[in-house]
């Protein structure tokens, strides 16, 4: 019984990964060759990998900036409210993409008082490239807090303790100690932060159709000339996902080879 049960196990294990595993390989094989060629001559779509990769480098600057502070507080911090606060961050992550960028248009649109205040300020939210990082922000961020929470969580709290003990104030104990010791988790949460942050569409498209990033250029594409058009442009975002991916690996081999 047992050796069928391994049977059956890996037989779907198999099917699974190859599920997972195939559209992707065959989209690279498909439209790969193609669009590191249209790399040299599409200017529309070298345009649009630039704006996707720096708009998601900059949501991640702000998701650090803002969010280790969070993490580290969810981390070391009992207080009242703490669930509440852990399942406002969790919810962009819980809600359809679409429904985040309606929800970001309702608050940063010209006809809310936030966006027109802005626009009175000559910041243009929507439609712009401040829109862009807005939805990648909004999406991605919450990944960013979860891996870093988890990152101080696993730092001993007795390490801080014995450098405040040394006359280190708060503030000089976390850069000295919780900082170094959180490092490697701490970029790998902001890598898992880009990666996400470029590859969104849902949000995006409702907030920020042009300029256009890569997702919604693959997406304009198809629905304007159909797949042979998209291919390409597909295949070089799946080729962008294995620089984050390889970053990651490395991290944890990196860990694993000093522990």
Request: charged share 5%.
């Given at each position: 019984m047992y050796r069928w049960a391994t049977v059956v196990a890996a037989l779907f294990g198999s099917l699974l990964l190859l599920f997972l595993f195939a559209p992707v390989a065959e989209l690279v094989i498909a439209g790969g060759a193609e669009g590191v060629r249209k790399l040299g001559t599409d200017t529309e779509l070298r345009g649009a990998l630039a704006r996707t990769a720096i708009a998601a480098t900059v949501a991640v600057i702000l998701g650090v900036v803002g969010g280790t502070p969070i993490a580290y507080m969810l981390a070391r911090r009992e207080f009242r409210g703490r669930a509440v606060i852990a399942a406002i961050l969790d919810l962009p992550l819980l809600i359809p993409h679409p429904v985040?960028?309606?929800?970001?248009?309702?608050?940063?649109g010209r006809g809310s008082a936030l966006g027109s205040t802005l626009l009175e300020a000559g910041i243009r939210v929507v439609g712009s490239p401040i829109g862009i990082v807005c939805a990648m922000l909004f999406v991605s961020a919450p990944l960013y807090?979860?891996?870093a929470r988890e990152a101080?969580?696993?730092?001993d709290a007795r390490y801080e303790s014995v450098a405040r003990t040394l006359g280190d104030p708060p503030w000089r104990a976390f850069r000295r100690v919780t900082l170094p010791l959180a490092r490697r988790g701490l970029i790998a949460a902001a890598v898992v932060m880009w990666a996400r942050a470029v590859s969104e569409f849902g949000a995006i498209v409702i907030i920020t159709y042009n300029p256009k990033v890569a997702s919604v250029l693959s997406y304009d594409r198809f629905t304007s000339f159909g797949l042979p058009e998209a291919l390409p442009v597909a295949a070089v975002l799946a080729l962008l996902a294995l620089i984050p991916l390889t970053l990651l690996r490395a991290l944890r081999y990196e860990r694993g080879f000093e522990t």
């Open positions: 985040a960028g309606i929800a970001l248009l309702l608050v940063l807090i979860s891996a101080f969580a696993r730092v």
